[in-house]
């Protein structure tokens, strides 16, 4: 196949949106929207499979450029619709696409007769345009057209159950907290214009002349000639990353973003948009090299949030939330991965994170589609018996994020750690071993908040409330139709078309397959990236085809890392594995002893440490802290600034109106009228004439 | 038809239509339907313009043409074309037989007035925009306050009278002073030799000759003339701090007032220093321009944040109006074709997406005959089409890229951020966090108004529990069909701007040519200099303008041939 055909890659998406949009208005059309907008994704995934076979024919190392049409050109601006495809790109599509359609698939099920059906499909038909073209885009202006439009979708999508003012709250959260990521990045791709003059990645030839791309800029460039503004502009990415990828200290609107629909949360709030900080981190890796503190600032903040989430995920009674904190602190192994410069460990976590993490979520769901909305894991137990394959499924996932030897999860995140602690070992800062140790001990949390989930859910006796969405607004099962208000009073309260069971149920397959789907990746997908003995996988081949191999720093460190660093007698990988693996089983064990064999205890340590547990029971009360220190305070600046306005700056001009009536006032007695007056006005008027005239003769 | 006289038909058609609604009936139905046949019949026009252009010599002026006028005093009706103003009238005449639809059902007396008046303001705002005679664009210039005082005076809100009172007086005040400069400007042209340049030496207001002698005047006579320029122009965008009279404007004039106010009029004032403060005081623009950008941006943030805490709709949006209008100033002080070319997009976008937001609140206001945030709420359950439309001219006007809004607002910034040699990064920076600032204060709106639980109370006068002729039904055909282009607008200009920005680049490099050659240090002005030093006056000669050489007219010590 012609690798021309990824240009349809977003578009088939955005022309779905656009019919998605139509079918809110129309009743009729509605059931329309899931499968076109499932049959868009698809395609996507199979011309991006298409565009795979071509690695290493068509598509060449050097990456491939495909020109859609001209965007913005002006003054030696140039930021094109285009496409950059290479290796890393490839990958990416594949998740975006992959993952996207398995949780339209869903999704057609768990929304079904929803009065939002078609805008949720239009949103999310919009959402992998934007994605698509967030990981296809040439430039860094068009990067940010899909870095902005995601956000978009992620503000209608989580704002999804509108009358829910908890909802419209944390959608608005989510996308101020992202614009203040996105100035960051804003200005760093103005940086990068005014140091480099372009924003392109690729060399191109249009008309006969060259325009070097920003990576060609980038090798040319030696250390020693690297200016001070050049070293700034991995900062202002940096933030723009930290925002869309919640990390410290942007990560706050992400706990919320769980407002929306879960479908939304598997794939744009784990699975593709979040991922989005990583994946820009790892393209622009140039230029994150020319700086030499940049990826090691990287890797702290990377490091620090995986703890950091982990502490609070370990007491959210949510079960969504205890994911999202987890969503957090595995995008902070992320950006760990990247900062150590093992960009293969990092994307490697980001792709099979996908998995799992979308198939934790979308379980979740069925969970709270089964209990009617309720996500509360205090009043839920023993599920299993009532939703045997839901648990089921689950459990790998949980087994996968908790890294259990030879999912998923564990080869990724092994690749990390062991990177980590290599850079530490062999003597290039304490800092990375500390980072490593950190890692490490994230890992037992992890193991041990996930299965917290699971036990607590699908263990002990058979006992649950039933949440109350009957009442609430959200996902009223009514069949009215969103551009015609009077339908759903009228006509639908006696013809309720989809049946809400009373009681805890399985799922359909409609809704289950494509869990099954994510449920063998989340057990397999570790074997991609599992170097066999000559040291070569296919994730290592992805980034070494790709921008995102590092270059120039392993270059300077090849001194450093001769021989194999030993630990504990193993060789290091070995031995990051096994130390991974005993803490990982260690989690689960006391996950199981506290959440399934004896609960009692888990309450009883609670009182104990009540003063901790509150705390992280009210996630280090930082959203109180922002809202008391950043929030309040610009409100009262914008009271401030109005009354000025109206009193000083509106009150000065109207002083000066002032002005020409005192004048009259002034001047007013003189004119009363009586003829006297103006005789003698008259007569000093000519004097003082006649006395000039003579001055000047 | 001789080609130059397209022009003129499109000052006169709506004129001409203005007068004949006099003649019709007083039914409405009559004079509607003859209101909107004339503005189509301008946009016809204006179209007819569009394809004649000759869009490779964008720069030039076409289809240029005088009709004498007072011609011992060198005035004439001067007029032509180039692709700003192309772009400029074309925006005119697109959104006024939108403002007339969306007229139909908020004007409810008077409509021969009503209509009248908007063909009036409608052939003044078209001549200003293809005036080049001096005189001609200032009379067009003051005459849109006549009818603008008029359509607010009368058809307006509870504090009409006032707000057109401030209105006029603010924005006539300063144009005075305005005219002062200009005639300053066409004075000095007076007292130059006549050899210097084609038409010194006599009396003319044409733009073109009057830019050359006023770049030959000295750094203090420019300061003078851009403060003149200033206080005219400055009021009218309006630049912070003299914006005041604008949210009251705003809020009082009936909507096809505010659309068209934040349509076209304040580009007006942006039009004016692009025209005239760039070109004719290029000097005094660059020592000057980084304070006039640091009002700017110091306008950008403190109207945002007042924009964050409004209880009244469109207030909200007029100040937010200010807020943009600053990163279209931001741009055009950046001097360089990234930031102007930026700025002028600005204004188009603004147009289009402000106008929309106005056109939408008043059709809230229609039904709820009420603006204030906190008696309505949750629009989208009720009025799903309408909620469509803000939501979309909402993320236009935060700057949503693949929307136009964000092309003008990254350009400007981004022309901002690369000139170091006027402003620089701290000012792209700084003006950055109105990205943040419009995040908020949009969605603040957006939040209460289109989502949340539904609240309908309508006005609070009265019983307010009551809602009384509260009407909640969603927009009608007519509505939509006003909406609708705007909205492919903003898409059209969000994907595809270059077709637009193209044709900019070539009168840009115009405008900025002589404030970049004293920013590059290359030869200024019409090649004619004094040296400091020597008091030796060199013609047509390579003078560095680097060394910042004062050049003073001094007229007797030029030799005359």
Redesign the interface.
């Given at each position: 196949m012609s690798i021309e055909f990824a240009k349809w890659v977003p578009w088939l998406p955005a022309a779905a949106a656009v019919f998605c949009g139509l079918c809110?208005?129309n009743r009729r059309m509605r059931t329309l929207a899931a499968p076109v907008c499932i049959v868009s994704l698809v395609s996507g995934f199979l011309i991006t499979l298409g565009v795979k076979g071509q690695i290493g024919g068509e598509l060449s190392d050097a990456g491939t450029r495909l020109q859609v049409?001209?965007?913005?050109?002006?003054?030696?601006?140039n930021a094109d619709?285009a496409y950059y495809l290479d290796t890393l790109t490839v990958l990416m599509l594949l998740v975006v696409t992959g993952v996207g359609s398995l949780v339209a698939i869903y999704a057609a099920g768990y929304m079904a007769g929803d009065r939002g059906y078609a805008r949720f499909f239009a949103a999310v038909s919009l959402f992998i345009f934007a994605m698509t073209t967030l990981v296809m885009a040439d430039n860094l202006?068009l990067l940010?057209?899909g870095?902005?439009?995601v956000g978009?979708c992620s503000?209608l999508l989580i704002?999804y159950y509108?009358?829910k003012?908890s909802a419209?709250?944390a959608?608005?959260k989510a996308?101020?907290v992202n614009?203040?990521g996105?100035?960051g990045f804003?200005?760093g791709?103005?940086?990068i214009?005014?140091q480099f003059g372009t924003v392109h990645f690729s060399t191109f030839t249009a008309d006969g002349v060259v325009y070097p791309g920003l990576f060609e800029h980038c090798s040319r460039l030696t250390l020693a000639q690297v200016e001070t503004p050049v070293l700034v502009i991995p900062f202002l990415l940096m933030l723009g990353a930290f925002g869309k990828s919640a990390q410290l200290p942007l990560y706050v609107w992400l706990p919320d973003a769980m407002e929306g629909p879960t479908p939304v949360s598997a794939l744009i709030h784990a699975a593709t948009m979040v991922t989005a900080g990583v994946y820009m981190i790892a393209r622009l890796l140039p230029v994150f090299e020319l700086s030499p503190y940049a990826l090691p600032t990287v890797a702290v903040v990377g490091g620090a949030t995986a703890l950091f989430a982990a502490t609070i995920a370990l007491r959210q009674h949510d079960i969504k939330r205890v994911f999202a904190y987890s969503t957090v602190s595995q995008l902070g192994y992320m950006f760990l991965g990247v900062g150590v410069l093992s960009t293969v460990g990092g994307v490697f976590h980001l792709f099979t994170h996908a998995f799992f993490k979308a198939l934790l979520f979308l379980t979740a769901g069925s969970v709270m589609h089964g209990l009617a909305g309720q996500l509360d894991m205090r009043k839920m137990s023993g599920l299993r018996t009532k939703m045997p394959v839901t648990c089921w499924l689950m459990f790998v996932g949980c087994l996968a994020l908790a890294g259990f030897p030879f999912t998923a999860g564990f080869f990724s995140k092994d690749m990390i750690l062991a990177a980590a602690m290599d850079r530490g070992l062999t003597g290039q800062g304490t800092m990375y071993t500390v980072l490593g140790i950190a890692g490490l001990f994230t890992a037992l949390l992890t193991a041990y908040y996930t299965f917290r989930v699971w036990f607590r859910v699908f263990m002990g006796p058979t006992e649950y409330e039933m949440g109350e969405e009957h009442a609430a607004v959200e996902d009223t099962p009514t069949d009215g139709n969103?551009?015609d208000?009077s339908a759903d009073t009228s006509i639908d309260d006696g013809n309720i078309k989809v049946e809400h069971h009373h009681d805890a149920h399985e799922m359909g397959w409609l809704m289950n397959g494509p869990l099954v789907v994510l449920a063998v990746g989340a057990l397999l997908a570790g074997w991609l990236g599992h170097a066999d003995s000559s040291g070569h996988s296919w994730l290592l081949s992805v980034i070494e085809g790709s921008s995102a191999n590092p270059t120039r720093m392993v270059e300077a460190a090849a001194g450093h890392a001769e021989a194999h660093t030993m630990l504990l007698g193993m060789e290091l990988h070995t031995a990051m594995m096994v130390i991974s693996s005993c803490l990982s089983v260690l989690g689960i064990l006391v996950a199981a002893y506290l959440h399934w064999f004896n609960r009692p205890a888990a309450d009883r340590l609670a009182e104990q440490w009540s003063g901790s547990a509150r705390v992280l029971e009210n996630k280090y009360f930082v959203d109180e802290a922002m809202d008391a220190v950043i929030v309040k305070p610009?409100?009262m600046?914008?009271?401030l600034?109005?009354v000025f306005?109206r009193l000083v700056?509106?009150g000065l001009?109207l002083a000066v109106?002032w002005v020409p009536r005192i004048g009259g006032l002034a001047v007013r007695r003189t004119q009363r009228g009586a003829l006297q007056g103006y005789g003698i006005g008259m007569a000093v008027g000519v004097a003082v004439v006649a006395v000039l005239i003579a001055m000047v003769r | 038809m001789q080609l130059s006289m397209l022009i003129p038909m499109m000052v006169v058609l709506p004129l001409l239509s203005g007068a004949a609604l006099l003649l019709l009936p007083s039914g409405g139905k009559a004079i509607k339907a003859h209101a909107l046949i004339g503005t189509l019949a301008t946009l016809g026009v204006s179209l007819l313009v569009v394809c004649r252009f000759d869009w490779s010599e964008s720069q030039a002026i076409q289809m240029a043409s005088a009709i004498g006028w007072v011609e011992g005093f060198g005035l004439s009706f001067g007029f032509g074309i180039d692709a700003i103003s192309l772009w400029l009238v074309l925006l005119t005449t697109v959104l006024m037989p939108l403002v007339v639809l969306g007229s139909f059902s908020s004007v409810t007396h008077r409509f021969k007035e009503f209509y009248g008046w908007l063909m009036v303001l409608e052939a003044a705002m078209i001549g200003t925009f293809v005036a080049t005679d001096l005189i001609f664009f200032y009379i067009c210039f003051e005459f849109t306050l006549v009818p603008l005082y008029l359509l607010i005076g009368v058809f307006g809100g509870t504090q009409r009278l006032r707000a057109a009172k401030m209105f006029f007086l603010y924005t006539f005040t300063g144009s005075m002073l305005t005219f002062a400069g200009v005639l300053y400007v066409a004075w000095f042209n007076t007292t130059l030799p006549w050899t210097l340049f084609e038409g010194a030496g006599r009396w003319t207001f044409d733009i073109r000759t009057l830019y050359g002698s006023a770049q030959a005047m000295s750094h203090g006579q420019q300061v003078w003339v851009l403060i003149a320029l200033l206080s005219g122009f400055a009021v009218k965008v309006p630049l912070f701090p003299v914006h005041t009279w604008l949210p009251l404007a705003h809020t009082e004039a009936p909507t096809s007032g505010s659309v068209i106010l934040a349509g076209v009029l304040l580009k007006l004032g942006t039009y004016g220093l692009l025209r005239f403060a760039l070109p004719m005081t290029p000097w005094a623009v660059v020592t000057i321009g980084p304070y006039i950008g640091a009002f700017a941006v110091a306008g950008i943030l403190y109207t945002a944040l007042i924009c964050w805490v409004q209880k009244d709709i469109k207030k909200l949006i007029a100040y937010s109006s200010v807020s943009h209008l600053g990163f279209c100033v931001l741009g055009m002080f950046a001097l360089n074709s990234v930031g102007v070319g930026g700025s002028i997009l600005y204004m188009i976008n603004h147009g289009l997406s402000t106008g929309a937001l106005f056109l939408c609140v008043g059709m809230i206001y229609e039904r709820m005959h009420t603006r204030e945030m906190s008696r309505m709420g949750g629009l989208a359950r009720i009025m799903p089409v309408w909620a469509f439309f803000m939501v979309f001219f909402c993320m236009a006007s935060v700057g949503l890229p693949g929307l136009n809004g964000f092309v003008g607002e990254f350009l400007t910034l981004m022309g901002a951020f690369v000139a170091t040699d006027v402003l620089g990064p701290a000012y792209a920076a700084i003006a950055g966090v109105g990205m943040i600032l419009g995040a908020i204060y949009v969605l603040y709106m957006v939040g209460r108004v289109v989502f949340g639980p539904v609240v309908t109370l309508g006005p609070s006068l009265g019983d307010p529990s009551d809602g009384h002729g509260v009407r909640t039904d969603d927009l009608n055909w007519r509505e939509i069909g006003v909406l609708s282009p705007l909205a492919v607008g903003c898409l059209w200009l969000g994907l595809f701007p270059t077709t637009v920005l193209q044709t900019l680049e070539a009168p840009i490099e115009g405008i900025i040519e002589p404030t970049r050659s004293i920013l590059d240090g290359g030869v200024y002005g019409k090649g004619v200099t004094i040296d400091s030093d020597s008091e030796r006056i060199d013609r047509d000669s390579d003078f560095p303008a680097a060394r910042r050489v004062l050049v003073l007219f001094d007229t007797d010590r030029i030799a005359q041939p």
């Open positions: 809110c208005t049409f001209e965007w913005i050109r002006i003054g030696g601006l619709f202006v940010y057209l870095w902005e439009g978009l503000y704002g509108y009358q003012p419209v709250a959608a608005k996308f101020i614009r203040i996105d100035l804003a200005l791709i103005m940086l214009y005014h969103e551009a208000p610009l409100r600046m914008g009271y600034c109005f306005d700056i509106e001009v109106g | -």
